[in-house]
């Protein structure tokens, strides 16, 4: 049968195909492995790690409509095959056991992990930035100035993050009887960000 006198019900399957192709890797086609890899410098106080892998996922932020997590994940070990497969449909659950697995103490930094938060709005725009690491977390940025002066570079259009930040913050940690935490980062991404899976 030649490609001009194909049937409907043909073109209509191969529609559907490319379709549901492209629907599993968000229109982003299937990433090169090195689309995984980075090199993040973390703090607290003294303590320094630094992590070479990093996926990013968004997921819509629960009883705030309108509002989403954007969420970027890193690691001290380089990705699989199958942590890839995992990050390509919105999972980084395997690479948190991989990392809870090796680790030892919370300063445990040569098997670590650490994760920025950024609450987005409907228009991608940020409004807040979390910070954790192994035994610690602290809101970074919690109102659009301090999102401004946190933030040197950001780029977002909902499948791609362009992010480059490098800054320190003093976390008041009064209310938690200890004192206080000085965070520090060193971040330049771009970057895939897949949906979260549910």
């Known amino acids: 049968m030649s490609n001009s006198r194909r049937s409907p019900s043909w073109i209509l399957f191969t529609a559907l195909t490319l379709c549901a192709f492209g629907a599993r890797f968000g229109g982003q086609g299937?990433?090169?492995?090195?689309?995984?890899?980075?090199?993040?410098?973390f703090s607290i106080d003294s303590d320094a790690?630094?992590?070479t892998s990093v996926v990013a996922t968004i997921e819509a932020r629960r009883n705030v409509p309108g509002y989403s997590w954007?969420?970027?994940?890193?690691?001290?070990?380089?990705?699989?095959?199958?942590?890839i497969a995992a990050a390509l449909n919105g999972h980084v659950e395997s690479m948190d056991r991989k990392w809870k697995n090796k680790a030892g103490s919370p300063k445990d930094y040569n098997h670590s992990n650490a994760v920025v938060q950024l609450s987005v709005d409907?228009?991608?725009?940020?409004?807040?930035?979390?910070?954790?690491?192994?035994?610690?977390?602290?809101?970074?940025?919690a109102s659009e100035g301090d999102v401004k002066s946190v933030l040197q570079d950001y780029?977002?259009?909902?499948?791609r993050l362009r992010l480059k930040s490098k800054g320190s913050f003093v976390c008041d940690m009064k209310s938690l009887g200890i004192p206080?935490?000085?965070f520090g980062w060193d971040l330049d991404l771009d970057v895939p960000v897949f949906q979260k899976a549910s």
């Open 30 to 41: 299937n990433p090169d492995p090195s689309a995984f890899e980075t090199h993040a410098v």
């Open 70 to 83: 954007l969420r970027i994940n890193f690691y001290s070990f380089p990705f699989t095959a199958t942590d």
């Open 49 to 51: 790690m630094s992590l």
């Open 122 to 141: 409907k228009d991608l725009k940020i409004w807040q930035v979390d910070m954790s690491v192994p035994g610690h977390s602290c809101t970074i940025a």
């Open 155 to 159: 780029r977002f259009d909902g499948r």
């Open 180 to 182: 206080n935490q000085r």
